[in-house]
């Protein structure tokens, strides 16, 4: 079956990194694009980065952009996200996605969230 299981959040002062990793299986990892999503206390989840097939395209949140690099590993089915210059605002859970074709169309896949928190 699909699994995605996320690892590296922690808690990190303002100004600080952290690398978060998505582990994947149970699905042709290196054929489909991958997503990471963040979702803070009282608010809706948010997209933040976007990582194609291959790794060629990438896309971000304006928020993050210039601070957070997705990047992928296919021949170890990971996703990453690499996250520089944190801020509380970036305080949140992060969770990794992504979306297979089914009989029904897509379905999309969670990974658990792995907790970013962000504070002195």
């Known amino acids: 079956q699909v699994q995605l299981v996320e690892s590296g959040g922690g808690l990190v002062q303002p100004g600080g990194s952290l690398r978060l990793s998505c582990a994947a299986s149970?699905?042709?990892?290196?054929?489909?694009?991958m997503t990471w999503y963040r979702q803070a206390p009282g608010k809706e989840r948010e997209l933040v980065a976007w990582i194609s097939s291959t790794g060629g395209n990438t896309n971000y949140v304006d928020s993050v952009k210039g601070r957070f690099t997705i990047s992928r590993d296919n021949a170890k089915n990971a996703v990453y996200l690499q996250m520089n210059s944190l801020i509380p605002e970036d305080t949140a859970v992060y969770l990794c996605?992504?979306?297979?074709?089914?009989?029904?169309?897509?379905?999309?896949?969670w990974g658990q969230g792995t907790q970013v928190t962000v504070s002195s």
């Open positions: 149970g699905f042709p990892f290196k054929s489909y694009a």
């Open positions: 996605k992504t979306s297979l074709p089914s009989s029904r169309g897509w379905t999309d896949y």
